[in-house]
Nanobody, 128 residues
Framework: QVQLVESGGGSVQAGGSLRLSCAASGYTYSLSCMGWFRQAPGKEREGVAGFYTGGGSTYYADSVKGRFTISQDNAKNTVYLQMNSLKPEDTAMYYC?????????????????????WGQGTQVTVSS
C-alpha cells in the first residue's frame, strides 16, 4: 500500500506562483511512475506532469509547459509541482498519483490509467 498526502494549495492572483508537495509513504520503493493531475468542476481529470521513477524524461501537458516543473526529493519521499505564471484556467483540484506496476512508458505517465494510488487532492484557485 502507498499513501499520498498533498499540500501547498491555495488562492493566488494570476501571474503568481505556488508549490505543491506530495508526501509518499508505504511501499514507495516499488513505484513505477508518479504524476500530478488536476480536475476542474465539470471537467475530466487530466494529467499535468509526470515521470518514470527509473529515470528519463519528465512529461507535461501542453497547457503547462514552460510554467510548471515537477521534481522529487528521494530522501524525503516527496514529489513537488512548482507552478509559476499561474492563470485562472489553472484553477482546479490537484491530485498526486503513484503507479505500482504500470508501464509508465513515455507520455503514458500523463494517463490516469497508469495510476492506482491517489491523494486526497489540494485546491488551487487563481483569480484574474
Amino acid at each position: 500500500q502507498v499513501q499520498l498526502v498533498e499540500s501547498g494549495g491555495g488562492s493566488v492572483q494570476a501571474g503568481g506562483s505556488l508549490r505543491l508537495s506530495c508526501a509518499a509513504s508505504g511501499y514507495t520503493y516499488s513505484l513505477s511512475c508518479m504524476g500530478w493531475f488536476r480536475q476542474a468542476p465539470g471537467k475530466e481529470r487530466e494529467g499535468v506532469a509526470g515521470f518514470y521513477t527509473g529515470g528519463g524524461s519528465t512529461y507535461y501537458a501542453d497547457s503547462v509547459k514552460g510554467r510548471f516543473t515537477i521534481s522529487q526529493d528521494n530522501a524525503k519521499n516527496t514529489v513537488y509541482l512548482q507552478m509559476n505564471s499561474l492563470k485562472p484556467e489553472d484553477t482546479a483540484m490537484y491530485y498526486c498519483a503513484a503507479s505500482y506496476g504500470g508501464s509508465c512508458r513515455g507520455a503514458r505517465v500523463l494517463s490516469r490509467r497508469e495510476y492506482n494510488y491517489w491523494g486526497q487532492g489540494t485546491q488551487v484557485t487563481v483569480s484574474s
